[in-house]
Structure formats: C-alpha cells, structure tokens
T-cell receptor, first 115, second 113 residues
Framework: GAVVSQHPSRVICKSGTSVKIECRSL??????MFWYRQFPKKSLMLMAT???????TYEQGVEKDKFLINHASLTLSTLTVTSAHPEDSSFYIC?????WGYGYTFGSGTRLTVV | AQKVTQAQTEISVVEKEDVTLDCVYE???????LFWYKQPPSGELVFLIR??????QNEISGRYSWNFQKSTSSFNFTITASQVVDSAVYFC??????????FGAGTILRVKS
C-alpha cells in the first residue's frame, strides 16, 4: 500500500532557530500534500495544502512566513518552521494524496519541542 | 463548508463490551468521502475505512462495523467485544469535491481490563 515517510519523528530546537520537516511519498506520486498541526488532546488542524510546483495554500490564521512549505517534487514536501518559539511546539503530521478517490496517506508525525 | 461533529469527547468501557462512536457531518456537496482513523498514543494515524457518498452499504470488518446513513448525515463506528488494544483516539473525517480532509474533534476511547 501507499507509504508516506516523515522525518524527523522528534526534534528539539532552541528558540529562534529554524526546523525543517520532510514528508516523502515512497511508492506513489503525490499530486497534493497536506500539513496538519495537532495540539495535545486536540484534533488535527489543517495548516496548508501544497501542490507540486506551485505555492502552498494556507488556511486562515496560519502565518505563511513562519511555516514555509515547499513541494518541489511529486514525492517530497517540506515544512520549515522559521524562527521557532515555544508556542510552535506541537505535533505536525503530513498527508499525501495520489488522487482524491484514493484517499489520504499520513506520515507518522513529528513532535517538535522548542526550548 | 464541510463540518464533522463527534459529540462524544471520551468513552470508557470494560473489555468485551460493545461501543459505538458517533459521527455527524455537514456538507453541501453530493459527492464526498467519509473516513475513520485511529490514533494510538504513539501518534500515528491508522486508516480504518473510507466510504464514498454513493455507497450506503454498511460494512463489517472483523470486530469493526460502520453504519452510514445519509438521511441523518451520520457515519457511526461500532467496535464489538472491545479490547484494551482498542484504546486510542478515533477521528471521523470528511473530504468533499477534491478538497482537504476535515477532521472531527475526536473521541477518546478507554477500554479497561
């Protein structure tokens, strides 16, 4: 079946630094990738939708300059948290879609802690 | 805009009890997909089922079953003879018109031995 690999699974960084999270579709080409954020004991909130070769579409309230998304190829999307602050600490999960009817495959998530 | 409501925040049952997780959705589209995911403590999302809006057949997979009723906009999930390993957060989600996947708030299921 479709597999999405997300790295790193855990990262601790200092306040003010940037962190990059990678999301790769291993055995299929993902025309669309999604990035979600999940706070403890909360649901998954969509941050942005990215299509290969075009700019990401951000959800209302998500800072584009803080959460940079790049979808450079049909198998790779990256989320960079720039100038991270403790309030950016969260669980980030990516998802890839081959085609709408095929459903969505999720990565295993990245737990970001900013100290 | 699409919306998914999971009114049950947390459910506790004793092992071997049956449990039903409710999901009510809102959409203006006639074509859409509904999903259920399981999220164990480790955090990864485990896909359980996908159902399109034209297929109202109920489905059974082992101890899991799903009841899809368009008349009440509901897509409920039942676990029969629950086990401790079923303890997790369960999310219902909706996707319409080749758009994003929107999640409900989730239901925490605790199965006690």
């Amino acid at each position: 079946g479709a597999v999405v690999s997300q790295h790193p699974s855990r990262v601790i960084c200092k306040s003010g630094t940037s962190v990059k999270i990678e999301c790769r579709s291993l055995d299929f080409q993902a025309t669309t990738m999604f990035w979600y954020r999940q706070f403890p004991k909360k649901s998954l909130m969509l941050m942005a939708t990215s299509n290969e070769g075009s700019k990401a579409t951000y959800e209302q309230g998500v800072e584009k300059d803080k959460f940079l998304i790049n979808h450079a190829s049909l198998t790779l999307s990256t989320l960079t948290v720039t100038s991270a602050h403790p309030e950016d600490s969260s669980f980030y999960i990516c998802s890839a879609s081959q085609d709408w009817g095929y459903g969505y495959t999720f990565g295993s998530g990245t737990r970001l802690t900013v100290v | 805009a699409q919306k998914v409501t999971q009114a049950q925040t947390e459910i506790s049952v004793v092992e071997k009890e049956d449990v039903t997780l409710d999901c009510v959705y809102e959409t203006r589209d006639t074509t859409y997909y509904l999903f259920w995911y399981k999220q164990p403590p480790s955090g990864e999302l485990v896909f359980l089922i996908r159902r399109n809006s034209f297929d109202e057949q109920n489905e059974i997979s082992g101890r899991y079953s799903w009841n899809f009723q368009k008349s009440t906009s509901s897509f409920n999930f039942t676990i029969t003879a629950s086990q401790v390993v079923d303890s997790a957060v369960y999310f219902c989600a909706l996707s319409e018109a080749r758009d994003k996947l929107v999640f409900g708030a989730g239901t925490i299921l605790r199965v006690k031995s």
